[in-house]
Antibody, heavy 123, light 111 residues
Framework: QLQLQESGPGLVKPSETLSLTCTVS??????????WGWIRQPPGKGLEWIGI???????YYNPSLKSRVTISVDTSKNQFSLKLNSVTAADTAVYYC???????????????WGQGTMVTVSS | QSALTQPPSASGSPGQSVTISCTGT?????????VSWYQQHPGKAPKLMIY???KRPSGVPDRFSGSKSGNTASLTVSGLQAEDEADYYC???????????FGTGTKVTVL
């Protein structure tokens, strides 16, 4: 059974870089079918899509975050990662990693999610 | 890219039906058959309930159904049960530039 697990610091200082890793277990991140994504949710607010990556390193980012975001993949470790630079308090959120459910270009559904990790931006 | 518009809240008694709307534009909801719905209980990760407007993943009860008309998609929960009380979010493919957008979310209360 495929599982995803986020890991990384729970506290980041303003202006620094937020770094998170998602470890995929029970399946291969190099599957030709799936993209892997990051989604976040500020406390008490809705979901915001951050970006997705394919094992070949093809990426798509939310235009509103694109200038600050980098998503990468490490197939040898079955992991993908998120870096968000120049963070502010507005970046405080629960960060989820998830699997996009099919290889269709238009696919927007994520069918398997990690449990989420809370990241607070504060000095 | 603006979030898709959902009503903040909806409610129904056990056994009744509740329908949640998700309004976008011709550049997202109205332009594609890629609308999905998620259920989220407090402190939990979202769970995919509907994809491609009306398809249910394995294990999702057939009490949950989706539809779309023009720029508005809808999720209907029939035969409401206590465990259906949760937040619900829609999502749509939003074209080459924006790619994906979520709705504002709706809190469903079972009275």
């Amino acid at each position: 059974q495929l599982q995803l697990q986020e890991s990384g610091p729970g506290l980041v200082k303003p202006s620094e870089t937020l770094s998170l890793t998602c470890t995929v277990s029970g399946g291969s991140i190099s599957s030709s079918t799936y993209y892997w994504g990051w989604i976040r949710q500020p406390p008490g607010k809705g979901l915001e899509w951050i970006g997705i990556i394919y094992y070949t390193e093809t990426t798509y980012y939310n235009p509103s975050l694109k200038s600050r975001v980098t998503i990468s993949v490490d197939t040898s470790k079955n992991q993908f990662s998120l870096k968000l630079n120049s963070v502010t308090a507005a970046d405080t959120a629960v960060y989820y990693c998830a699997r996009r459910r099919s290889g269709s270009y238009y696919e927007n559904a994520f069918d398997i999610w990690g449990q989420g990790t809370m990241v607070t931006v504060s000095s | 890219q603006s979030a898709l518009t959902q009503p903040p809240s909806a409610s129904g008694s056990p056994g009744q039906s509740v329908t949640i709307s998700c309004t976008g534009t011709s550049s997202d909801v109205g332009g594609y058959t890629y609308v999905s719905w998620y259920q989220q209980h407090p402190g939990k990760a979202p769970k995919l309930m509907i994809y491609e407007v009306s398809k249910r993943p394995s294990g999702v009860p057939d009490r949950f159904s989706g539809s779309k008309s023009g720029n508005t998609a809808s999720l209907t929960v029939s035969g409401l049960q206590a465990e259906d009380e949760a937040d619900y979010y829609c999502s749509s493919y939003a074209g080459n530039n924006n790619f994906l957008v979520f709705g504002t979310g709706t809190k469903v209360t079972v009275l």
